[in-house]
């Protein structure tokens, strides 16, 4: 029977009792907490899982984690010995530690990606094709690894994930298809919704500023506003934002757009409860891939849906998988201005 492995020091910890193991696009390192109870049955000595140590967690033969132990919390008495575990990806150091003081000037995003994760051990895939130079990329006071890097990735409308080998991978929303379609009453055991409208909006305004020119307003600034309606909201819930930088009136257009979409498709998230960890062919589902759906309950007939997060559970109830799953639009990253650069001496080239 399948089930999940936990390799220290070469070393596979097996027999797990529970376990909850979650991957996703909306954290860059996945997380695992696994328990366990031994009976010590007169064993010379109990077995250390150390923490801080360099760790892969398997489902069977797919590799899931790999990363280090980040706690360790065992509970015994004189004959009973039970154990806690938990632990995160490698990229969970790129989320806990600061930025170094640097300024890039020159550099795409893939090179400073690379630069950055090199002393944590961690490789960089490039997967979108993003190392477009910057005029200037420089993390603020206080900022961690990740917080830099996901200026970068917002300025370029791309993602940074991981994926479960402990690389660090920048890509985009779905670009991989899943084997099975997601059924209600065939694959899906349960389903839990959270269709909420709160941020959603029925106008969006965008104001901002654009660079004036010769012909046009001289020398100063000129009003941007563009608009867009959701039909799907019917009643009266206008929303002004404001731009961050300068933009044309076709990059304000197409930013209220990508507000409307992205707001609509973070409210239609969907959890399902699977039995099997597996698709029929074999494959074990993971996050940002691309699945229909067929689920009357929620009025999807045959809707294209991206995973988003993937939990895999081992408690009282049995074993089971959690999928959440959302339009893509939800995940649809809009290149952003640069920032204005600001030249330094520890600038590098």
């Known amino acids: ?33 696994l328990q366990m109870v031994e009976r010590w049955a007169g064993a010379a000595e109990a077995r250390e899982i150390p ?47 600061s930025a170094p003081a640097t300024q890039w000037i020159g550099r795409g995003l893939a090179d400073v990606a690379r630069e950055l994760c090199k002393p944590f051990g961690i490789a960089v895939l490039d997967q979108a094709g993003a190392n477009a130079p910057f005029a200037s990329l420089k993390p603020n006071d206080g900022d961690t690894v990740f917080d830099t890097l996901d200026q970068g990735a917002r300025t370029r409308g791309v993602l940074l994930i991981t994926d479960g ?22 694959n899906i055991q349960a389903g839990s919704c959270n269709r909420d409208r709160t941020e959603v909006f029925s106008h969006y305004t965008l104001k901002g500023q654009s660079a004036g020119t010769d012909d046009e ?58 039995v099997t960890h ?21 009025y999807l007939r045959g809707a294209e849906r991206l995973i988003t997060d993937v939990t895999y559970i081992l408690d009282d109830q049995g074993e089971r998988i959690e999928l959440t799953v959302m339009p893509r639009d939800a995940f649809e ?15 590098w080239y």
Not at 67 to 91: E, M
Not at 165 to 186: E, F, K, M, S, Y
């Open 165 to 186: 080998r402990g690389n660090l991978i920048i890509t985009r929303a779905g670009q991989a298809g899943a084997h099975d379609p997601l059924v209600l009453g065939d």
């Open 217 to 274: 307003w001289g020398e100063t600034s000129a009003a941007v506003l563009a608009t867009a309606r959701d039909p799907r909201v019917k009643r009266h819930r206008p929303l002004t934002l404001i731009a961050d930088g300068p933009l044309d009136a076709k990059a304000a257009q197409e930013r209220v757009k990508w507000e409307r979409n992205v707001r609509w498709g973070r409210s239609q998230a969907i959890t399902y409860t699977l």
């Open 333 to 347: 990253l809009l290149e952003q201005p640069e920032p204005p650069s600001e030249d330094t001496t520890d600038a």
């Open 51 to 97: 923490e801080g140590a360099v760790c892969e967690l398997y489902y069977d033969d797919e590799l899931l984690i790999t990363g280090y132990i980040d706690s360790v919390n065992p509970t015994y008495n004189a004959q009973d010995h039970s154990v806690s575990v938990s632990g995160r990806d490698k990229t969970a150091d790129l989320v806990d530690c």
């Open 1 to 33: 029977m399948p089930e999940i492995r936990l390799m220290v020091d070469g070393v596979y910890w097996e027999g797990w009792t529970s376990y909850r193991v979650s991957l996703g696009m909306q954290q860059l390192a996945g997380h695992f907490e």
């Open 278 to 298: 597996r698709q029929s062919n074999g494959e074990i589902w993971r996050p940002n891939v691309m699945t229909t759906v067929h689920d009357e309950y929620s």
